[in-house]
């Protein structure tokens, strides 16, 4: 009897400690997960940003601009090429 008491309260206590490593485990893939889409939304703007100012100061022939370049990120070309476009149109709006 005692030692079917004791199994069972070793069963308890596995379960508890695996329950406890899958909670653990799951806050850090949401913690990370989230951490991928800060960075994501960080380099977009970073890449909105030089692309805006190259946009405008190609178009309006100003100077040539100096950017972070960050290639290897889908989120900064992205963030650049939506920049650059606005940019762009920007300097040709001020024109007329």
């Known amino acids: 009897m005692l030692a079917a008491l004791l199994a069972g ?20 893939l949401f913690v990370g997960a989230q951490r991928l889409l800060e960075d994501s ?11 805006y100012a190259v946009g405008y100061n190609t178009t309006c022939k100003i100077r040539t601009t100096l950017i972070e370049g960050d290639w290897g990120s889908n989120a900064y070309t992205r963030g650049y090429n939506i920049g650059y476009t606005d940019g762009s149109a920007v300097c040709l709006a001020k024109r007329r």
Request: proline share 0%; charged share 15%.
């Open 9 to 28: 309260v070793m069963a308890l206590s596995i379960l508890a400690v695996g329950l406890f490593v899958i909670a653990g485990l799951a806050v850090l």
């Open 41 to 51: 939304d960080e380099r977009y703007r970073v890449g909105y940003s030089d692309g």
